[in-house]
Structures are given as structure tokens and as C-alpha cells.
């Protein structure tokens, strides 16, 4: 018995070894498990965290991709990956998309698209979606697996969005700049090979990116670049003392008043470098749209001058509020006004620098910059364009250089002026344009630079070579033979292919006639159907030399009644010069019928590689008739006519006027009181004419024709004459009150029988329809009648010209990029220093003014005071970007020939000495401080106004949308696009970050 026990506990305990070792087989067995788990676990992980590191590169990769097209590329600003859909109606219904281009539209996607795709909630085109996010992407492939460890191949799935605020939205100061949306994702994906769809799940493994990119040009009224980061200071305004003779009724002889010239801003304004303001300078913000004064370093606002910057927020926080400079006693105003001071600790004052975009960028090869590229090395005009011009037999690589390319192209390299500081022959831009280098100049009343001349109407742009460029021919015919004549017109067609008849009407006959300006029949992008009788055309200009232009882009076309809405940028190697009034269109502000789809949906961009400068001596586009010498005096070079040169052309082209709200606000688009027709307002322009007979003992007669009708002179203005014609003028002659000396003439362009308006509308002309009631060339000409029988008949000499009331508007975004903006400021009106206001006080009388039996005088009482500006309002609507600004001495002597009006038309009003000539009625001026006009100012009539030159801001800049919301440019795939072509951007992105919610 004992013997079994121990047998039996012996069975037990191998049986409770087995079962332990079991047990730890087990244990070692899960041990094992959880250890292969924990690597295969592990080594998932590092491949995911691999595929995240590489899809974080590879989204990195797209934004950068992103950024380099839109700073590099040809279309710059414009630049939008094609969608991976680029046509939907490709498809099977079932949300598959083929590459077959079932519908024949002539577009094809370049890939197929199955709903297997991982990439399809991305890639599926937004209308299947109803634009709802995700969805219009395109793919960028970045290769396969490499050698290199952990360089996976992926791909980024890409996107910009450009929405601005549109009209009626809150504003959104993010939605001005350009979204960059990058999908980073590790694995290539084949559409031809299913079997690739495995390398990503569905909408796996990702990360998403978002970049900003600016424009930078379209965001400021005044943007002060300082592209060289140098440390210098800009100025804006000048402290300049004018003198006024008071408002008062009934007109007095008071004491002059004297007070500073008014720059108004009406809009944003930033500066890269350190900003003074002198003078008085009122800035009226929309603090709603985002306006502010940022300077990203000191503000300086000297108090020893007078100088004074008057904030004004539109909204009604505050009205002309004193701002200080960084020195005193900072006041951020609710953060309009903001400077770079970061050791305050202040958020607000800490402004960064801001990218300055760059036109001449290299792009290609061998230095290519953009604008040539989309010019001279353009392709072929589209055939639609030139359907009466066939440029087939050029070539794809000629047709561009000689400016039949889908850009317009012009070698005008002999028109640049380069300043130099050579001992011998030393030239100065600055120099020349104040008048003490006289090159260029024809007489002191006219500068005329070397330049192409570029005028434009709604349906054709005129081109003129410059006389420094008469040999070398680069207007070329459509086989590109040399074009003989100085000038050509490229004109629209119906953009159809169908043949049109040239443009006639208001037209020089005797010049080219080319069908080669871009327009095709305009789609309503709300609607997405064609509208009847309205055109649409872009067009890049590219000219190597100086650029003169002027004209109205768009609008209505009087000869085929017609309409056009056209995007224009226009570039210059050189400088830039605006002659006059540059109009978006011709409609005023709330037009019916078609004309509505068209009004204000315009655009002209004008960028030049150096200067920008409003040429003021070609306001009235005077002919080049050379100036002859006078022994001395103020008019020592004036215009002589004689019977070899009889003529003298004048083109009249009145811009819309502007009329503002009592707190300085501007009117809605749509409101009338935002684009008044000259013709409406209570007093019809005058042509101001200081002339004479050449010679004392000789006389001389003129007449003056407009628009093809004979001028006929006010019967108050009965001149002895020995021609009983009215319509001639005679001066001059032994019977005369003053043989041989210059007389100041002033007289309204209305008939002096029957009191009817001769400028457009109210003349119909040579136009089959209605004409414009701005923005159309009124042809002037002043001819030396040498049929009048005038006794002694000697030449005709004219000192001075003008012609006011008038507006000029500049309606265009400009950039000089290495230089200025800058206001020629020319002569005064009245040369004779002689005839002030002053002077009138103590004589009672106009100078030269003599006692006479018949009580005429020399001197018109219109005829201003020497030291007075014409009653002209210069208008700056759209935005000004400049390197550093101009001089405050060229600043102070542009603001006191033009930055103001006098409150009266010279000695109308004021009562004459004994014996001398009544002066008449006391005439305001219209955009005097107590005109209809008066100004921006605050407060309205009476409250300081009477500015000759108001900056304005053209929100469409950062809005490119039309009242109705309709956008101003989209591309073929429906993206919305900035308001002018082709802009450049600024370097860099704003911003790099993670996807908000991705």
C-alpha cells in the first residue's frame, strides 16, 4: 500500500509539471504574439508616420509649386491649375468621367475619373457638389519610391480659391488675398491602372495645407513699395501756401486769404519705408472695408509747418480726428492708424513689410521677363481676332515680335529717356519735367516725350510711333511688311470670324486700318448666356520705350452702337505717360437696358518699369506745331501760325464729374451723383485763349471749328474786324485798342446765336447714334484765317490755351516700380506776373488795362490771375503704387498749379476803378471751395474743399464684382480672377499652415 501512494503522488507531480510547462509554453507563446504585435505594430506605425511625414512634404511640395507658378509664370496673378476635371459633361451619370470628349465641346479632361479613385472627393469637378468643399482639385505627381530611405513617392492634390468679399457680404479682409489648398498623400496613383488605387485608401491618410499669397498692387490707394528696403524717407503732400481772394456775396475787393493746399486720400495707404506727411492731408477711410494708414516703420507728422493729417471714418466713429506721429501721443484710432514701434508692446503697432511684386521678373530662359513673354513670344493672334487680316503665313515664332501675337508687342527702344549724371549732357527725369531741362519741350506749354502714342476708344486703339522712332518700324502689317504710315488702328471685329467693316466716324482717314484687337461676344456669368450687341476683350501691351496714353477702354461705340467691356494692362520697359482723361468706360452711373451689363466692369492696369507721370500739358492733345521765338517777356515762346502752318488741332475730351456726400463719402456706383455728365452741370466749359498778332502795326484773324462746325463767336465779343464774318476773329491792326500786344480771351464753346452746347452729346457729329456724354474726343481747330481781308495781315501767335470747367479722371491701377508717380506741373494759364490779385486791389483794374472810350478791356474777367489755377479737378480713381514718392519740392509745385480751385473765375465780379471795364457777375467756379463740385471735405460747400486733385479708391481693386455681383473676369473653368490681367505678385506667401478642420 505504501508502495502505490508513492506511485500515485509521483504520477501527480509529473502531471503538475506538464501542465505548468504548458502553461509557460502558452505564456511564452502570447509573449511572443504580443511581441511580434508590438513590431509589426510599431512598424506599422513607422510607416504611417513615414507616409505622414511624406504627405506633410508632398502638401508642402504642392503649396510651393503653387507659389512659384503664380510668381513665375506667364499668366502671374491669373495662373490656375487645370482642374482634373476640366470638363463634366464628360461623364457616364453615374460620377464617373471619362477623357473621350463625349459631348464635342472641343474640351477633353486630360485623365478619366472612376469613383474608385482614393483622390475622387477631391478630384470630382465642383458642380457635382454644388461648389461645396472638397472638390475641383487637380493632381501634381512627385514621383515614385527612391534608394533613399523613407523618400516615398505621393502626390498633392491642389487648388486656388480667389472669392473676394462681394458686394453686400461682411468684409473679410482674408478673402483679398489668394488661397493656396495643398492635400499632401504618400503612393502614386495611375488613372490607367486600377490596380494603383490600393497605394491610398479613400480619404485616408493625409495632411492639408493652406497658403495665402498677395497681389499686394490692388490693396492700397497709395502703396509706398521701397522695393530696395533702403532707408530713406518718404513723403506725401507739401507744406504750400496759396493765396484766394475770400468768398463773399456781393463780391468785394477783400483782402486775399492764404491757406494750405488739401491732398484728400479716400482710401488705404501703406508705406515700407518711414512716411512724413506735410501739408494738409485728410484721409476719409471705410473702416468696414478694411481701410487703415500702416507705415511698417515711423510716421512722422511734423508740427512746425502746419501740418496736418485729418482722419475722417466714414462710418461716424469720428470726423477730421488730428493723428499723431509715432513720436507724440500715438493714437491707433480703433486701428486705422498703425506704425512699427514693437517695443511698445502695442499688437497694433507692429506693421510688417510688405512683398512688392516685381514686372520684370526673369521667368525663362535668358533673362525672358512675363511681358514679353506674353507678347513677343506669344502665339499667333486667335483668327477669330483678325478675320480680315490673315496672319496665317507668319509663323508661330514671328507673329509675336511683330505685334500680330496673342499679346501686343511694340520695339519702340529708341523712345526711352535714361537719366544719367554725365558731366556733358547730364539728364534728370525730375529735371526735365519742371521745366529747367527744357528737352522735350515744344515752347513752356507743351512736353512732348519721346513715345509710342497709344489712344483708346471702346472699339479701336490708335498707335502712333514718336518722331525718335520714325526709322525703325515696328508697326507691321498682317505679312508683316513695314507699315509706311507714322499711324494705324487696330480696331474689333465681330470676334466670330466673320467679316466687319472698319470704323470711320471720328477717325483720322488717312491711316492704317488693321482688324486685330481682341473681342469676342460677351457672356453674362450670372446668367452664362451671351448678351446681344455687348463685346468682351483682354489685351496685354508690352512696349519696350516710354507708353503715352489716353481714351476711354470700354463703353459704347457711337458709330456701331455697340458695347464693349475690356481688361487691359499696359506695360513699360520705360515710363508711362497719361495725356488726359484714361476712362474705364463712357456710361454714367445708372444706365438701362444693355448698357447696365457693361457700365463700370472695365479695367486698365498701367505698369511701368520706371516712372508713371500725368503729362498736364496734354490735357487738350494740342498738335505739334513749333513754338518760335520772342525777344523777351513772359510768352517768350509761343505758337506762331502762319500761312505755310495756318492750323492748330485741339482734342476736347471731357471726363465724368464726381459730386460727394457731406461727410466726404462717395456716392453708390449706381447713384447718378457718382458719374455726372459734363452737359448737366449749371456751367458749360470755355476755351481759354491768351493770343495776339504777331506784329505791332500788323493784324491777324482766326477762326475756330468744332466737331466739324464753325465756331461762332459770342456777339459780345465783337473785335474790330475787317471781315464781317462772324465766324472770324480779328486781333491786331492800327484800330485796334492795343496793336501787337497779347490778349486773354475767354470764350464759352456754345453758339453765340442760338446758346446751343457744340461739344458731344449735344451735337451729334459724324455718329450714327447718341453720342457719349464723356470720354469722346471734341475736335478743336484753331486756323489762321488768311481770307478775312484784315488789313497788314501778319502770323498769328498763341501764348497759352485751356479750356475749363473740365474733368480729368484717371481711372487705372498704376504701378512704378523703380520710380515715381508723378504730376507734371507745366505753366500758369496766365504767364504775366504782372496781373494778380494783388495788384488788382491797388489799380482797380487788370493789367494792361487801359481807360478807353468804348470801356474794353484786354484781359476777360474769366481769365485768371496769374498764381491761379484753371478750374480743372484732377480725379486719381483706382490705386497708385510707386517706389518712393516724388520729391516734396515737385510735390509742392504739382499741388500749387493744380492741388487747388479759387473760389472765383478771376476778377468776375469785382469792382472796377473809374473808367475801367465792368468785370460782370461774380462766377464761382464749379470746384471751388463754394462750388457745386467743391470736393471730398467734410462738411461739403464751404468746408475747405476746392481740391485740384483727389485720390480715390477703386474697391473694385479687392471686389472685382459688378453691382450686380456678376464677376469682372473668370476664366474658361469658371475661376474668378483679379480685375486687371496678368498682375504680378508679391514674393512669398503669407502664411503656411494646417488646413482649418482638415
Given at each position: 500500500m505504501i508502495t502505490t501512494n508513492f506511485k500515485t503522488r509521483r504520477r501527480s507531480v509529473h502531471a503538475q509539471s506538464l501542465t505548468v510547462a504548458i502553461i509557460v509554453l502558452f505564456l511564452l507563446l502570447f509573449l511572443g504574439g504580443l511581441f511580434i504585435a508590438l513590431i509589426v505594430n510599431n512598424m506599422r506605425a513607422g510607416q504611417t508616420a513615414a507616409k505622414g511625414s511624406a504627405a506633410d512634404k508632398f502638401a508642402e511640395a504642392g503649396l510651393t509649386y503653387m507659389d512659384d507658378q503664380l510668381t513665375k509664370s506667364p499668366e502671374g496673378a491669373d495662373w490656375r491649375p487645370v482642374p482634373f476635371v476640366a470638363d463634366p459633361l464628360d461623364t457616364?451619370?453615374?460620377?464617373?468621367?471619362?477623357?473621350?470628349?463625349?459631348?464635342?465641346?472641343?474640351?477633353?479632361?486630360?485623365?478619366?475619373?472612376?469613383?474608385?479613385?482614393?483622390?475622387?472627393?477631391?478630384?470630382?469637378?465642383?458642380?457635382?457638389?454644388?461648389?461645396?468643399?472638397?472638390?475641383?482639385?487637380?493632381?501634381?505627381?512627385?514621383?515614385?519610391?527612391?534608394?533613399?530611405?523613407?523618400?516615398?513617392g505621393g502626390r498633392a492634390l491642389i487648388k486656388l480659391v480667389y472669392a473676394p468679399t462681394r458686394p453686400g457680404e461682411t468684409p473679410d479682409a482674408n478673402r483679398q488675398y489668394i488661397q493656396l489648398l495643398s492635400v499632401g498623400r504618400a503612393g502614386i496613383v495611375d488613372p490607367s491602372d486600377p490596380t494603383t488605387f490600393a497605394s491610398s485608401e479613400g480619404k485616408g491618410q493625409r495632411r492639408e495645407k493652406i497658403g495665402f499669397k498677395a497681389i499686394e498692387l490692388t490693396r492700397f490707394l497709395r502703396f509706398i513699395t521701397n522695393r530696395d528696403n533702403r532707408s530713406v524717407e518718404a513723403a506725401l503732400g507739401a507744406p504750400t501756401n496759396v493765396s484766394d481772394p475770400p468768398f463773399v456775396t456781393p463780391r468785394t475787393s477783400a483782402a486775399p486769404e492764404v491757406h494750405q493746399v488739401e491732398s484728400v486720400y479716400h482710401g488705404p495707404i501703406h508705406s515700407n519705408a518711414p512716411l512724413t506727411f506735410n501739408g494738409i492731408n485728410r484721409l476719409l477711410f471705410n473702416g468696414p472695408r478694411g481701410d487703415t494708414l500702416t507705415v511698417s516703420s515711423n510716421l512722422?507728422?511734423?508740427?512746425?509747418?502746419?501740418?496736418?493729417?485729418?482722419?475722417?471714418?466714414?462710418?461716424?466713429?469720428?470726423?477730421?480726428?488730428?493723428?499723431?506721429?509715432?513720436?507724440?501721443?500715438?493714437?491707433?484710432?480703433?486701428?486705422?492708424?498703425?506704425?512699427?514701434?514693437?517695443?511698445?508692446?502695442?499688437?497694433?503697432?507692429?506693421?510688417?513689410?510688405?512683398?512688392?511684386?516685381?514686372?520684370?521678373?526673369?521667368?525663362?530662359?535668358?533673362?525672358?521677363?512675363?511681358?514679353?513673354?506674353?507678347?513677343?513670344?506669344?502665339?499667333?493672334?486667335?483668327?477669330?481676332?483678325?478675320?480680315?487680316?490673315?496672319?496665317?503665313?507668319?509663323?508661330?515664332?514671328?507673329?509675336?515680335?511683330?505685334?500680330?501675337?496673342?499679346?501686343?508687342?511694340?520695339?519702340?527702344?529708341?523712345?526711352?529717356q535714361s537719366a544719367s549724371e554725365a558731366l556733358v549732357g547730364a539728364y534728370s527725369p525730375r529735371a526735365n519735367w519742371i521745366g529747367t531741362d527744357t528737352r522735350w519741350w515744344n515752347g513752356d506749354n507743351r512736353y512732348t516725350p519721346p513715345a509710342v502714342v497709344i489712344t483708346l476708344t471702346p472699339r479701336s486703339m490708335i498707335i502712333q510711333r514718336s518722331a525718335t522712332s520714325i526709322?525703325?518700324?515696328?508697326?507691321?502689317?498682317?505679312?508683316?511688311?513695314?507699315?509706311?504710315?507714322?499711324?494705324?488702328?487696330?480696331?474689333?471685329?465681330?470676334g466670330t470670324g466673320v467679316a466687319d467693316t472698319a470704323p470711320v466716324a471720328g477717325l483720322p482717314a488717312s491711316v492704317r486700318k488693321l482688324e486685330a484687337y481682341p473681342a469676342q461676344p460677351y457672356v453674362n456669368p450670372l446668367t452664362n448666356t451671351?448678351?446681344?450687341?455687348?463685346?468682351?476683350?483682354?489685351?496685354?501691351?508690352?512696349?519696350?520705350?516710354?507708353?503715352?496714353?489716353?481714351?476711354?477702354?470700354?463703353?459704347?461705340?457711337?458709330?456701331?452702337?455697340?458695347?464693349?467691356?475690356?481688361?487691359?494692362?499696359?506695360?513699360?520697359?520705360?515710363?508711362?505717360?497719361?495725356?488726359?482723361?484714361l476712362l474705364k468706360d463712357n456710361l454714367p452711373a445708372n444706365p438701362s437696358?444693355?448698357?447696365?451689363?457693361?457700365?463700370?466692369?472695365?479695367?486698365?492696369?498701367?505698369?511701368?518699369?520706371?516712372?508713371?507721370?500725368?503729362?498736364?500739358?496734354?490735357?487738350?492733345?494740342?498738335?505739334?506745331?513749333?513754338?518760335?521765338?520772342?525777344?523777351?517777356?513772359?510768352?517768350?515762346?509761343?505758337?506762331?501760325?502762319?500761312?505755310?502752318?495756318?492750323?492748330?488741332?485741339?482734342?476736347?475730351?471731357?471726363?465724368?464729374?464726381?459730386?460727394?456726400?457731406?461727410?466726404?463719402?462717395?456716392?453708390?456706383?449706381?447713384?447718378?451723383?457718382?458719374?455726372?455728365?459734363?452737359?448737366?452741370?449749371?456751367?458749360?466749359?470755355?476755351?481759354?485763349?491768351?493770343?495776339?498778332?504777331?506784329?505791332?502795326?500788323?493784324?491777324?484773324?482766326?477762326?475756330?471749328?468744332?466737331?466739324?462746325?464753325?465756331?461762332?463767336?459770342?456777339?459780345?465779343?465783337?473785335?474790330?474786324?475787317?471781315?464781317?464774318?462772324?465766324?472770324?476773329?480779328?486781333?491786331?491792326g492800327p484800330t485796334t485798342i492795343e496793336p501787337g500786344v497779347y490778349f486773354d480771351h475767354v470764350?464759352?464753346?456754345?453758339?453765340?446765336?442760338?446758346?446751343?452746347?457744340?461739344?458731344?452729346?449735344?451735337?451729334?457729329?459724324?455718329?450714327?447714334?447718341?453720342?457719349?456724354?464723356?470720354?469722346?474726343?471734341?475736335?478743336?481747330?484753331?486756323?489762321?484765317?488768311?481770307?478775312?481781308?484784315?488789313?497788314?495781315?501778319?502770323?498769328?501767335?498763341?501764348?497759352?490755351?485751356?479750356?475749363?470747367?473740365l474733368d480729368i479722371r484717371v481711372e487705372a491701377l498704376i504701378y512704378a516700380q523703380d520710380g515715381s508717380f508723378f504730376i507734371i506741373p507745366g505753366p500758369w494759364l496766365n504767364p504775366d506776373p504782372n496781373d494778380t490779385y494783388e495788384a488788382y486791389l491797388t489799380r482797380g483794374s487788370r493789367a494792361g488795362d487801359n481807360l478807353t472810350a468804348t470801356g474794353l478791356g484786354r484781359i476777360d474777367p474769366s481769365y485768371p490771375f496769374y498764381g491761379q489755377p484753371q478750374d480743372i479737378r484732377i480725379t486719381l480713381f483706382g490705386a497708385i503704387a510707386e517706389n518712393l514718392p516724388a520729391d516734396s519740392s515737385d510735390q509742392g509745385a504739382w499741388l500749387e498749379k493744380w492741388g487747388w480751385v479759387p473760389n472765383y473765375f478771376g476778377s468776375t465780379g469785382l469792382p472796377p476803378a473809374p473808367g475801367y471795364a465792368s468785370q460782370g457777375t461774380a462766377v464761382p467756379t464749379l470746384h471751388g471751395p463754394n462750388g457745386v463740385l467743391p470736393g471730398p471735405q467734410p462738411g461739403g460747400v464751404g468746408n475747405g474743399g476746392g481740391s485740384g486733385i483727389v485720390y480715390l479708391y477703386d474697391e473694385k481693386l479687392v471686389s472685382p464684382y459688378a453691382t450686380d455681383g456678376a464677376v469682372l473676369r473668370r476664366d474658361e473653368y469658371g475661376n474668378t480672377l483679379p480685375m486687371a490681367p496678368r498682375l504680378p505678385v508679391a514674393p512669398g506667401l503669407l502664411f503656411i499652415g494646417e488646413t482649418p478642420g482638415a
Open positions: 457616364d451619370g453615374n460620377g464617373n468621367y471619362n477623357d473621350q470628349d463625349t459631348n464635342g465641346n472641343g474640351r477633353r479632361n486630360a485623365e478619366p475619373l472612376r469613383t474608385s479613385d482614393p483622390d475622387y472627393d477631391w478630384l470630382q469637378p465642383c458642380s457635382a457638389t454644388s461648389n461645396v468643399e472638397p472638390c475641383g482639385y487637380s493632381r501634381v505627381d512627385f514621383g515614385g519610391r527612391t534608394p533613399s530611405a523613407g523618400n516615398l512722422n507728422i511734423p508740427t512746425t509747418n502746419g501740418t496736418q493729417v485729418l482722419l475722417t471714418d466714414l462710418s461716424g466713429a469720428f470726423t477730421n480726428a488730428s493723428v499723431v506721429g509715432s513720436n507724440g501721443v500715438f493714437n491707433p484710432y480703433l486701428g486705422l492708424v498703425r506704425d512699427h514701434a514693437p517695443q511698445t508692446g502695442n499688437p497694433l503697432r507692429n506693421v510688417a513689410r510688405v512683398g512688392v511684386p516685381t514686372i520684370d521678373q526673369s521667368i525663362g530662359e535668358n533673362g525672358l521677363t512675363r511681358y514679353r513673354a506674353l507678347t513677343r513670344d506669344s502665339e499667333p493672334m486667335d483668327a477669330r481676332y483678325v478675320n480680315a487680316n490673315d496672319i496665317s503665313g507668319l509663323g508661330t515664332n514671328q507673329a509675336g515680335r511683330i505685334g500680330w501675337g496673342s499679346g501686343f508687342y511694340l520695339d519702340n527702344r529708341e523712345d526711352i526709322n525703325r518700324s515696328f508697326l507691321r502689317d498682317n505679312t508683316g511688311r513695314r507699315i509706311n504710315q507714322s499711324t494705324v488702328i487696330r480696331y474689333s471685329g465681330m451671351a448678351v446681344p450687341g455687348v463685346w468682351e476683350g483682354e489685351y496685354v501691351v508690352y512696349a519696350e520705350g516710354n507708353i503715352r496714353i489716353r481714351g476711354t477702354a470700354g463703353g459704347l461705340d457711337p458709330e456701331t452702337l455697340r458695347y464693349y467691356i475690356r481688361h487691359l494692362t499696359v506695360v513699360s520697359g520705360a515710363n508711362i505717360y497719361v495725356d488726359g482723361n437696358g444693355v448698357a447696365a451689363q457693361v457700365r463700370g466692369r472695365s479695367s486698365i492696369a498701367l505698369l511701368a518699369k520706371d516712372y508713371v507721370v500725368v503729362n498736364t500739358t496734354q490735357f487738350l492733345t494740342p498738335s505739334d506745331n513749333l513754338a518760335g521765338p520772342e525777344a523777351s517777356g513772359s510768352d517768350a515762346r509761343a505758337i506762331f501760325m502762319r500761312p505755310d502752318s495756318p492750323v492748330f488741332n485741339l482734342r476736347l475730351t471731357q471726363g465724368p464729374a464726381e459730386r460727394f456726400q457731406a461727410n466726404g463719402a462717395r456716392f453708390a456706383e449706381t447713384n447718378p451723383d457718382s458719374r455726372i455728365a459734363p452737359s448737366s452741370l449749371p456751367l458749360p466749359p470755355s476755351i481759354f485763349l491768351r493770343h495776339s498778332a504777331a506784329e505791332v502795326n500788323g493784324a491777324t484773324a482766326v477762326w475756330l471749328g468744332v466737331n466739324d462746325s464753325f465756331f461762332r463767336f459770342p456777339l459780345a465779343y465783337a473785335w474790330p474786324n475787317a471781315n464781317p464774318a462772324l465766324t472770324t476773329l480779328a486781333m491786331g470764350f464759352p464753346l456754345k453758339d453765340g446765336l442760338n446758346n446751343t452746347n457744340l461739344l458731344f452729346p449735344d451735337t451729334a457729329g459724324p455718329y450714327a447714334g447718341p453720342a457719349p456724354s464723356f470720354g469722346i474726343d471734341n475736335m478743336m481747330t484753331l486756323s489762321l484765317d488768311v481770307s478775312a481781308g484784315v488789313p497788314n495781315q501778319t502770323d498769328y501767335r498763341l501764348s497759352r490755351f485751356g479750356v475749363a470747367p
